[in-house]
């Protein structure tokens, strides 16, 4: 997805939820900070200067400069804490059983973001109510039949995890695969460093999900898999994979630009997407997408460490 | 042996007690060149190699090396001495006037060459390295009347000296008598040195190169190793036989000057070693005499031993950074030297000087800043390096007393410019940077902005160049809200980097088609 395409009120959003709570963990840090990271990105707009094509470099260089300036490590560790209760609260109360629910049931998880689309003191994004009449629930595109199928079939599944407190959603999502399919090899890949409120590997592992799957960190704390960035593991273990679930919005704007047709995503979309072969995909839907849909004629994803060709 | 180091404080305040001492410098004054070469390979007549020459630049050299030096020190020096009435003798007395030396009373005598020592430079990695010397100097002693000349304003100029220096540079002669040769320091002229001296009650510092041993009855003599080895001072000598010698010459005080070892000085209370500064040394050429220069004003304007030590091995640790004889001034030493925190010298003297951390900026901007100095700062990737640059540049250092140009990293730059820039690399640009004299002080950030690195340092003035309205120079609410201010510098002359390389890019099409 190009970054153009995308509203520029994108690029500012988090600045203030970011300082806001870099500012809990540390109070001395200067109000003109944030102006001053206001200020260099609306130059950099208004004046029409140079930047990154693809909206997750452009974010995930924007975003890291952030914890940069502002010094700090992970200013979302208490919001990741208070998803992560809420999810457990509602999986405690929803405990979807089939694995058609457990899907959909992740895909509306993928509203629990208080990264991008969030605004300064928003409540919760997340209640029981959300998750009414999930199988029943209209998607915008709705490839679950084809999901079901290669569900059915695979030997390895890798999950590509995105929110905090989501994560507990699609580890269900792998406690109910797993029941159903005991054979299957199962992998979840997550961040390996904070990145607004994404999981990260670490985080991953300290909740137990090394007991249900393959915990692997992609190696970056970037928006999707940059190719130049991705640890040799999560390589390995993505080549390895006959299924791969992509979660959430920075997953599907990623790699709509190759071809991985093995790929679905599982999203709330919380920004348009643009895409010559899918149009347009509007903001605020839930998509269960197959990349069949998109990858023919795109390049396939492949790992070039720093300093190849 | 007390070691006695080179600490990082300020010499501020003895700077300011040297300033506007009046010294006398008397001695032999000789023309430095330094020629670039090439080198291109063996001549065709004979076997030998064959240079291409480039360009020369002349400086003052031996005596008024030393002039030039306590001038740059904040001294009111006059020269004494006898040059020749020689294109030679012309550019002497001009380098020593354009330094702030009084060159009123230098005679000029009509058929003498003036010395000239010409030393022939390639270039190397770190610096010119020297290829070949070539000296002309005086093969017959001064003239009668050109003497007499010298002993009448010799007079004049002591009246109201604090220090007289001579500086006997001759060593055409060999070690017999001085000026024995062509040299200016003769006996009888030391003789009306001390008179004058005694009269006035200026200090009495020398040197000589041949004959120290002459300089009896002064304060201080200021030598390298063999030079104060002729007055018979071994170099582990004990505190007792070196006092022996500064009885048996009648001498206060000798300083032996050791290179990179730093200076040894002597005197009734024993052996002091001044240890060196820590220096990339790029040429040797004039160290000595900075040292002396520093170490003798700083004597003169009160100092103690210790403290004047110190300061003479900063001078001499800043001489050595640098190619050719070009001296210290004040403003050099106000700095203090580099805190360990700096980051190794990546390319060249410039760089090793210039080229900090943030944390090391820092401090070393602290005591500019408690002087009431302003700091300007300006920030940019400085890529394809262009008249535009240099303007804005000098444009921001004429804003303050010290320039720092906080550069965006090759990380940087691509993630601010877009693929295929830089297209000049970090290392490159920072030497570019480091190598102007508009620039004092260059430091690198990895950010995509420069608010962490204005944050830090909290200059007194933002410098942005390019046609920007203030609220979009990034960094103004950091500095205005302390006080400082922005100032926007415009282009000129239609220089900008992506107008320029668009130029470039076309000529080269051009070029190919």
Redesign the interface.
């Known amino acids: 997805m190009k970054s153009w395409e995308r509203e520029v009120s994108s690029h500012f959003v988090v600045i203030g939820e970011f300082f806001r709570l870099a500012r809990e963990e540390d109070a001395s840090l200067?109000p003109?900070?944030r102006?001053?990271?206001e200020?260099?990105m609306?130059?950099r707009l208004?004046?029409g200067?140079?930047i990154?094509e693809e909206v997750t470099t452009f974010h995930s260089?924007?975003y890291r400069?952030f914890y940069?300036?502002l010094?700090v490590r992970d200013p979302y560790r208490s919001l990741k804490e208070r998803s992560e209760e809420l999810a457990r609260e509602l999986l405690a109360e929803l405990a979807p059983r089939s694995l058609e629910a457990a899907l959909r049931a992740a895909v509306v998880a993928n509203r629990l973001d208080f990264g991008v689309a969030r605004r300064e003191d928003d409540p919760l994004p997340l209640a029981v109510a959300d998750f009414a009449d999930l199988e029943r629930r209209p998607l915008w595109i709705d490839d679950g039949a084809r999901l079901a199928e290669r569900l059915e079939g695979a030997r390895h599944v890798l999950l590509l995890a995105d929110n905090a407190g989501e994560a507990l959603f699609d580890l269900h999502l792998l406690r109910v695969l797993r029941a159903r399919r005991p054979g299957c090899r199962l992998s979840i890949a997550a961040k390996a460093g904070p990145m607004l409120n994404d999981v990260t590997a670490d985080e991953l592992a300290a909740q137990g999900a090394g007991e249900l799957a393959t915990v692997v960190s992609t190696g970056t704390n970037a928006f999707g898999v940059p190719e130049r960035e991705a640890s040799a593991e999560f390589a390995a273990c993505l080549a390895d994979a006959d299924l791969v679930l992509a979660k959430g919005q920075a997953h599907l704007e990623f790699w709509i630009r190759f071809g991985e047709p093995r790929l679905f995503h599982l999203a709330h979309t919380k920004f348009a997407v643009l895409d010559p072969a899918l149009g347009r995909l509007p903001a605020g839907v839930d998509l269960v997408l197959s990349a069949e849909r998109y990858a023919e004629g795109r390049p396939a994803w492949r790992r070039r460490p720093a300093g190849a060709a | 042996m007390e070691a006695h180091g080179c600490q990082q404080s300020s010499f501020g305040d003895r700077l300011d007690a040297m300033a506007g001492l009046r010294v006398v410098v008397l001695g032999d004054f000789f023309l430095d060149e330094y020629v670039e070469c090439r080198l291109v390979g063996v001549s065709p007549e004979m076997p030998v190699p064959r240079l291409e020459r480039g360009d020369a630049c002349r400086r003052p050299g031996a005596a008024g090396n030393l002039a030039a030096g306590l001038a740059a020190l904040g001294a009111r020096v006059t020269a004494l001495g006898v040059v020749g009435d020689d294109a030679a003798g012309d550019r002497v007395s001009e380098a020593l006037r354009v330094a702030g030396v009084d060159v009123e009373s230098l005679v000029r005598e009509p058929g003498r060459p003036t010395p000239t020592v010409t030393r022939f430079t390639t270039p190397a990695a770190g610096g010119p390295r020297h290829y070949l010397r070539v000296d002309r100097v005086p093969r017959e002693e001064p003239s009668r009347d050109s003497l007499a000349r010298l002993s009448h304003a010799l007079g004049e100029a002591l009246a109201d000296a604090a220090l007289v220096f001579v500086a006997d540079y001759d060593e055409a002669g060999g070690a017999g008598s001085p000026g024995a040769a062509g040299g200016v320091v003769r006996t009888e002229v030391l003789q009306r040195v001390r008179e004058a001296a005694a009269k006035s009650g200026a200090r009495l510092f020398g040197t000589s190169r041949l004959r120290p041993g002459a300089l009896s009855g002064f304060e201080v003599v200021i030598g390298n190793q063999r030079e104060v080895g002729l007055l018979g001072v071994a170099p582990e000598a004990s505190a007792a036989e070196a006092r022996a010698v500064l009885e048996e010459h009648e001498l206060a005080a000798l300083c032996v000057t050791c290179g990179a070892e730093g200076a040894q000085w002597l005197d009734a209370e024993g052996w002091r070693r001044f240890a060196p500064r820590p220096s990339v040394e790029v040429d040797p050429c004039g160290a000595g005499d900075s040292f002396a220069a520093a170490l003798a004003l700083a004597l003169a304007s009160g100092a103690g031993v210790d403290e004047a030590g110190r300061l003479a091995a900063a001078a001499g640790g800043l001489a050595v950074e640098r190619a050719g004889t070009e001296v210290v001034d004040a403003a050099r030493l106000r700095r203090p030297p580099a805190s360990p925190a700096s980051p190794p010298p990546r390319a060249g003297a410039a760089v090793a000087r210039k080229l900090r951390t943030l944390d090391a900026l820092g401090a070393e901007l602290a005591p500019l800043r408690a002087a009431g100095g302003r700091v300007v700062f300006t920030n940019g990737c400085f890529d394809v390096f262009h008249p535009g640059h240099l303007r804005l540049l000098r444009e921001a250092r004429a804003l303050g007393d010290c320039l720092v140009v906080a550069l965006n990293s090759d990380r940087s730059t691509a993630?601010?410019?877009?693929p295929g820039r830089p297209v000049i690399a970090e290392p490159e640009r920072v030497e570019m940077l480091a190598g102007l004299e508009a620039v004092d002080y260059v430091t690198v950030f990895?950010?995509?902005?420069p608010?962490?690195a204005?944050?830090r340092l909290r200059p007194d003035v933002l410098v942005k160049g390019g046609n920007?309205r203030p609220?979009?120079?990034?960094?103004?609410?950091?500095v205005e809200?302390q006080g400082g201010e922005v100032v926007i510098v415009p282009q000129r002359g239609g220089f900008d980097t992506g107008a320029f390389m668009a130029a470039v890019s076309r000529a080269s099409d051009g070029h190919r088609s």
């Open positions: 200067h003109s900070l102006e001053e990271l200020r260099y609306r130059v208004d004046r200067k140079w990154p260089e924007w400069e940069r300036v010094g | 993630a601010n410019k877009g990895d950010e995509l902005t608010v962490h204005i944050a920007y609220d979009e120079v990034v960094g103004r609410a950091l809200e």
